[in-house]
Nanobody, 126 residues
Framework: QVQLVESGGGLVQAGGSLRLSCAAS????????MGWFRQTPGKEREFVAV????????YYLDSVKGRFTVSRDNAKNTVYLQMNSLKGEDTAVYYC???????????????????WGQGTQVTVSS
């Protein structure tokens, strides 16, 4: 079992930055691909970014490319989402998720992930 805890959300002005962290329990964290998703009321959970187990492969939602960066520190069992040039449309609850499968494929659907954090609110004011 893996437990994920997000932190780092908050209120920021448009154009500002936030760094989200997702701390994982368990010794198998370094073998998991990790994803970031976001969700606003009444909408489906949306893929934002994913990073493979080594950090060598990353993929992003088109609308966040060039503004968001996903990274990980396996020694600290933590994955990060650096968010720059934030816009009002980035306002959402952000979730991290772990893909426990043993092989890498790009996964962007929520049902493809095995473990989820509780989410952290990001609010961007204009």
């Amino acid at each position: 079992q893996v437990q994920l805890v997000e932190s780092g959300g908050g209120l920021v002005q448009a154009g500002g930055s936030l760094r989200l962290s997702c701390a994982a329990s368990g010794r198998t964290f370094s073998s998991y691909a990790m994803g970031w998703f976001r969700q606003t009321p009444g909408k489906e959970r949306e893929f934002v970014a994913v990073i493979d187990w080594s950090g060598g492969r990353t993929y992003y939602l088109d609308s966040v490319k060039g503004r968001f960066t996903v990274s990980r520190d396996n020694a600290k069992n933590t994955v990060y989402l650096q968010m720059n040039s934030l816009k009002g449309e980035d306002t959402a609850v952000y979730y991290c998720a772990a893909d426990a499968s043993s092989t890498w494929t790009l996964k962007s659907r929520p049902d493809e992930y095995d473990y989820w954090g509780q989410g952290t609110q990001v609010t961007v004011s204009s």
